[in-house]
Nanobody, 116 residues
Framework: QVQVWESGGGLVQTGGSLRLSCVAS????????MAWYRQAPGKSRELVAR???????SYADTVKGRFTVFREDFSNAMYMQMDSLKPEDTAVYYC??????????WGQGIQVTVSS
């Protein structure tokens, strides 16, 4: 059974930084894809950044140059450094994982609030 753990959210002022962490655990777990999504109040969930063993890390245009994802090759852990935060980055951030066996799992979500 796959479990996904997120940490690192919180409240920060405009221009500040936060670092989110996501760790997936499970017996004989091999994670192919890890991604961060976010959902702001009244909006649909959107992809923020995606890391796959089959290609380079990709970012949403709205966060390019401000957010950076770190993930060691074939690791089950992923970190996202968020700099130059804006109020529009305020959302619940979710970690998504998919194993090589195509098992998908979402984390519980973690709140990020950027005050103006």
């Amino acid at each position: 059974q796959v479990q996904v753990w997120e940490s690192g959210g919180g409240l920060v002022q405009t221009g500040g930084s936060l670092r989110l962490s996501c760790v997936a655990s499970g017996s004989h777990l091999r994670v192919e894809t890890m991604a961060w999504y976010r959902q702001a109040p009244g909006k649909s969930r959107e992809l923020v950044a995606r890391s796959s063993t089959s290609g380079p890390i990709s970012y949403a245009d709205t966060v390019k140059g401000r957010f950076t994802v770190f993930r060691e090759d074939f690791s089950n852990a992923m970190y996202m450094q968020m700099d130059s935060l804006k109020p529009e980055d305020t959302a619940v951030y979710y970690c998504y994982t998919q194993t090589f066996a195509s098992v998908e799992k979402w984390g519980q979500g973690i709140q990020v609030t950027v005050s103006s």
